[in-house]
């Protein structure tokens, strides 16, 4: 797969279902329009800009908070930690649990293994297995990182999961999330280190697909660029990093999307905490395939 950037800038009850394991979570409908407020990266434990990430991120709940109240759910997308450890996580879930919005969805990042492996990751927040959430004719697709080392990596059981998962949600929206990036697509995801493996495997998967957002993390803004968004074929690619000042950001940022019912795009804006604005260089509409149904 070869870019054809074209990014477009501008100016316009769920179940988990599908999962190596079973799980099943529930919200209340939000009305017309869905609010999925998206971050990344917030590794908690590290200290930079004069906070710990974990602070980064109380911060960034409140500002939410303030102004998008509604916001039927969150993800977060892996590098919750900076070394793995028991308090690093506590102090995510204690934020997490205090924000107001009340369903949360994790995959972990490569920092979750820092301490060998991501034991207590999967012991605190949830496995490490792909799982899937369908709201209304979205689906949700969330990739974990699966083995310790800077580069992400997904077991060929994940890779055939997400083979048969893609296929059997066709005809609806789909949106993938991962830590690391697809390869070939956002900034830096030429570089080995930067991107999800098999990556052939992965590529052969979705040459297949309709797969109409991925969004990742990892690779920290510094700064936020329009290389940060990609679309190669009809996918839309967005690297929601960083929620902390971890390796010289400068600034904490995220994404929130919009869905509206009946709408055939979606509108990812770009927010900064430290001045809790949006960023509107950076808004993306994202063409669906379907129009949108909320459950
Ligand atoms: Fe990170
Ligand atoms: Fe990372």
């Known amino acids: 797969m070869k870019n054809r950037r074209q990014f477009i800038q501008l100016s316009a009850s769920a179940a988990v279902v599908g999962t190596l394991g079973a799980q099943q ?28 990430g974990a602070e980064w991120f109380s911060l960034a709940c409140k500002d939410m908070q303030k102004e998008h109240s509604d916001i039927a759910y969150a993800l977060t997308l892996g590098d919750i930690t900076h070394g793995g450890n028991e308090q ?54 969330f990739l974990s990182d ?39 697509t956002t900034f830096r995801t030429d570089n080995a280190q930067r991107y999800l493996h098999p990556a052939d495997r992965i590529a052969a998967i979705m040459a297949k697909s309709d797969i109409a957002l991925w969004l990742s993390g990892h690779e920290h ?10 679309r190669v074929r009809d996918t839309t690619y967005i690297n929601v990093a960083s929620m902390s000042h971890a390796y010289k950001t400068g600034s904490s940022q995220s994404c ?15 927010r900064e905490h430290d001045t809790q604005k949006f960023m509107p260089q950076f808004e993306v509409i994202i063409p669906l395939r379907h129009a949108i149904e909320l459950a």
Request: glycine share 10%.
């Open 25 to 52: 979570s529930s919200f209340s409908p939000a009305g017309k329009l869905r609010k999925v407020w998206i971050l990344s990266d917030l590794h908690s434990g590290l200290v930079e800009g004069g906070k710990d």
């Open 88 to 141: 690093q996580l506590k102090n995510y879930i204690t934020t997490r649990d205090g924000s107001g919005i009340r369903t949360w969805y994790e995959v972990a990042g490569n920092h979750e293994y820092h301490g060998g492996n991501a034991d207590l990751y999967i012991k605190s927040i949830r496995s490490t297995d792909p799982y899937a959430v369908v709201d209304g004719n979205l689906v949700w697709i």
């Open 146 to 184: 699966e083995k310790a080392g800077v580069p992400g990596e997904l077991t060929p059981k994940s890779c055939d999961w997400l083979e048969a998962e893609l296929a059997k949600h066709k005809g609806k929206n789909i949106i993938v999330c991962s830590h690391q990036g697809a390869k070939d």
């Open 221 to 230: 803004h510094t700064p936020y660029s329009e290389k940060h968004i990609a």
């Open 256 to 270: 929130l999307l919009e869905f509206q019912a009946g709408a055939t795009q979606i509108i990812a804006r770009r």
